[in-house]
């Protein structure tokens, strides 16, 4: 079985520019969920997509945005690109019908800000 | 607002010796999940701990679950140098909260050395 694939691995962009990230979830999970990663903050919680909605959201401004399609692959959508964007986002996947199975993650897009 | 704090933050341990990782939360959670990231790849899942009292055992890992003093430990025994990753601890707010929104720790980077 296929793991959570993540499009493109790597990125570099410019401040001020605009970014998409994609996200393939393991064949039969509908549930989609991202991450943010760096050194000084850690993992923080971007969102969460079920069924082309949007669940929860965490502490990031709006220039962060997200959607899920109905085969469930999602996108995440950064504007106005921050030097303080650059990190490796991680995509995760999980059962939706076992609402306590753990998150899968894809290898992620680590972005670069210049 | 929920804090994870994990300690160490760093650790490096003789191969064959025991030790200890310790994962704090602040506010009332009953699963708490485990992670085990290593250099350059994606989150791996551990170990999911879902009520009091539980204890799960894999390998020379072996993680528990205190919720009433709001503590996870992931005891490593007899450890080997394929151990030697970051490890983390993950927490879900509350007992309505989606387990796919996860609050981390910082991580307990392990060194194993021969």
């Known amino acids: 079985k296929a793991g959570v694939t993540q499009t493109p691995r790597y990125l570099i962009k410019t401040r001020g520019q605009q970014v998409t990230l994609s996200c393939s979830p393991i064949s039969g999970h509908r549930s989609v969920s991202w991450y943010q990663q760096t050194p000084g903050q850690g993992l923080q919680f971007l969102f969460e997509y079920f069924s082309e909605t949007q669940r929860n959201k965490g502490n990031f401004p709006g220039r962060f945005s997200g959607r899920q399609f109905s085969n469930s692959r999602s996108e995440m959508n950064v504007s106005t690109l921050e030097l303080g964007d650059s990190a490796l986002y991680l995509c995760?996947?999980?059962?939706?019908?076992?609402?306590?199975?753990?998150?899968?993650f894809g290898n992620g897009t680590r972005l670069t800000v210049t | 607002e929920l804090k994870v704090e994990q300690n160490p933050l760093f650790l490096s341990m003789q191969e064959g010796k025991n030790y200890t990782i310790y994962c704090n939360y602040s506010t009332t959670s009953d699963r708490l999940y485990w992670y085990r990231q290593d250099p350059g790849k994606s989150l791996e899942s551990l170990f999911v701990l879902l009520s009091n009292g539980a204890v799960k055992q894999e390998g020379r890992l072996m993680a528990s679950l205190d919720t009433k003093a709001r503590l996870s430990t992931l005891h490593i025994t007899a450890a080997v140098h394929d151990l030697s990753a970051t490890y983390f601890c993950?927490?879900?707010?509350?007992?309505?909260?989606?387990?796919?929104?996860?609050?981390f720790g910082s991580g307990t980077q392990l060194t194993v050395l021969p």
């Open positions: 995760a996947s999980s059962l939706a019908l076992r609402v306590n199975s753990p998150l899968h």
């Open positions: 993950a927490v879900v707010q509350g007992p309505s909260g989606s387990a796919r929104q996860l609050t």
